[in-house]
């Protein structure tokens, strides 16, 4: 790089041609780029660049080395670089160090933000975990839709994903209500594609299912809008009814959906009709007003004019 070329860059364009470089020609060469910049160039961002493309190609050792080099110059200035180090220390199975790395934040006067505390909180789970699994030779399903229950909590879908494959290599006894705390936290993320892809694979396997886990998906769908697929998965529910007689929807997701079979699929009204007609405590109101207007031959506008 010529001194002509490299007065003619920012620091911001030294940081994404450092990311380019990682990505196009590899960390190698990304290195090599930032050893040959000038001294002036090698601040803050230019470190983060370059412990960016460490952390995203999981190079643990040079990300923990440059982490502390940056701590040395000064550049630890924000809750950023210890998040990124709280991660490595998860990823490495170094637990006992997260908590004292948000010790060291405080001492340093870095306010912890939130997602500091929910890997500090991660790092607690694993922990709490690992004990268990040390204690017991077999956890049961109990304990793994807990440990579900808890990465999704924290928003750990990755983490629950890699323990419910555990969960599906490693248990006696199938229990629907173990996959179901997943298909939560991908709702939960605005994924509800995600989680029907999921129920879709359970049904290929042949395995129990439970009306709840398509209502949740439905429910799902009905935040993204997308109310076609919220329908054809709440007749995926209302078809398993027999199966949990404690189950019913929600009110809200029943009238969305009713209005929207009113205006869309006029002729399956009367069969979800009927169908919900099976389930206790929906929302009884909207049933039975639909029903009305079905039977008077009535018009969506009806159905409107009395919601107001």
């Not at 911001?12 to 090599?32: M, P, R, T, W, Y």
């Not at 961002?45 to 040395?72: D, H, I, P």
């Not at 399903?141 to 969960?167: C, P, Q, Y």
Request: net charge negative.
């Amino acid at each position: 790089m010529s001194s002509k070329t490299e007065g003619l860059l920012t620091l911001a364009d030294h940081a994404l041609k450092l990311d380019l470089i990682s990505k196009v020609q590899g960390l190698d060469v990304a290195e090599n780029y930032f050893n040959r910049l000038r001294d002036e160039d090698k601040v803050e961002k230019t470190y983060g660049a370059l412990l960016n493309c460490y952390f995203r190609e999981v190079a643990t050792n040079k990300s923990l080395s440059l982490l502390q080099k940056m701590k040395e110059l000064g550049y630890a200035s924000s809750s950023l670089m210890y998040n990124c180090e709280m991660c490595l220390y998860i990823n490495i199975g170094q637990l006992e160090k997260v908590p004292d790395m948000l010790s060291e934040m405080k001492e340093a006067n870095i306010s912890p933000g939130n997602f500091s505390y929910r890997i500090c909180l991660n790092s607690y789970v694993k922990s709490l975990w690992a004990l268990r699994k040390a204690v017991h030779k077999r956890q049961s399903n109990k304990d793994f839709t807990t440990m579900l229950g808890s990465l999704v909590k924290l928003r750990e879908i990755e983490e629950a994903e890699k323990l419910l494959h555990e969960w599906e290599v490693s248990c006696e006894f199938y229990n629907s209500h173990v996959p179901n705390t997943l298909v939560i936290g991908y709702c939960r993320k605005g994924w509800p594609e995600k989680a029907e892809k999921m129920l879709r694979g359970i049904i290929k396997q042949g395995k129990t299912r439970i009306p709840n886990s398509w209502s949740i998906v439905a429910a799902g769908h009905v935040d993204k809008d997308d109310t076609e697929k919220a329908f054809e998965c709440m007749k995926e529910a209302l078809a398993l009814q027999s199966q949990s007689e404690a189950w019913q929807p929600k009110n809200e997701v029943v009238s969305i959906i009713l209005n929207w079979v009113g205006v869309n699929r006029a002729s399956e009204v009367e069969s979800f009709l009927s169908s919900l007609n099976t389930v206790p405590c929906s929302d009884q109101k909207a049933v039975n007003l639909w029903e009305t207007v079905s039977a008077d031959g009535s018009n969506e506008d009806t159905m409107q004019e009395e919601n107001l």
